[in-house]
């Protein structure tokens, strides 16, 4: 039996891949800033844990108490939404932690122990906005951006060790708690000058020719953790799907995800 260890499971995409990879016999290990067990099913397969990627002792204790994982998925993130003139450097640094430096600190935590067996993997889940420009999320695209990088290139170093690195990148999805779970963080990022232009991104927002859904990027998920082949990205969701399609550099991607799905 294979366990997993997914971070960010207390909603959204996190939440659903912990309910996915369950539903398929793996062994769960879901974790959380402020663990709630009522949100998972009650089973010997599935263990929860409190963990924040941004502190090393946390790291270091969830991974004793998970004891040997199989894969690792980088799912916790936050979001981040207002024009970045507006936007505290402080704000920009919280951002990163967690959403680059955390995803570093629990691939570098979870690596050891790959590279010993010769065997592992590590999911690291980005965004859309990686694959084509979008607005108003300068910030939370570089913090998103950055981990598509390091993933490309870590890559190439755990060959070696039969150690696997992968990409899943989800588009929007109105039904997580992205902007509801950011709330207090992008109050003010909106400045009176960028109002005109924040309503008619809103706006655009409002009527998507095609989103994501949660079960989209637990499906990538869990496609990435048992494809053995060498692709590196799998867009998650109808309007990444085409985003990646529409991009030279991830065009194959996106045709080898439609064709698995």
Not at 59 to 67: D, K, M, P, S
Not at 87 to 112: K, Y
Not at 119 to 140: D, F, I, Q, R
Request: glycine share 6%; with cysteine; hydrophobic share 45%.
């Amino acid at each position: 039996m294979k366990t997993v260890l997914i971070t960010g499971c207390s909603s959204g995409y996190g939440l659903e891949t912990a309910r996915h990879f369950h539903a398929q016999g793996w062994k769960v290990v879901a974790t959380m800033r402020s663990p709630r067990s009522d949100l998972l099913p009650v089973s010997h397969r599935l263990q929860v844990l409190p963990l924040d990627v941004t502190r090393p002792e946390s790291i270091a204790r969830t991974l004793e108490a998970a004891g040997p994982i199989d894969v690792l998925v980088n799912n916790a993130g936050l979001g981040l939404f207002g024009a970045f003139e507006a936007t505290p450097m402080a704000t920009v640094r919280d951002i990163f932690e967690t959403n680059t430096f955390g995803t570093m600190a629990m691939t570098q935590a979870v690596l050891p122990q790959f590279r010993a067996r010769r065997a592992g993997l590590v999911v690291n889940v980005t965004s859309s906005a990686t694959l084509a420009p979008m607005p108003l999320v300068a910030a939370y695209t570089a913090s998103k951006t950055a981990i598509e990088g390091f993933t490309a290139s870590l890559a190439f170093e755990l060959e070696a060790f039969n150690v696997c690195v992968k990409l899943v990148q989800p588009g929007y999805a109105p039904t997580t708690r992205f902007t509801a779970n950011g709330a207090e963080r992008m109050q003010g990022l909106v400045p009176e000058a960028y109002v005109p232009y924040a309503q008619s991104v809103f706006a655009t927002l409002g009527q998507p020719a095609a989103t994501t859904s949660e079960r989209d990027v637990a499906e990538a998920v869990w496609l990435a953790a048992n494809d053995a082949s060498p692709q590196l990205r799998y867009p998650a969701g109808a309007d990444a799907v085409a985003l990646a399609a529409r991009n030279p550099l991830f065009a194959g991607a996106a045709r080898e995800h439609s064709a698995a799905l």
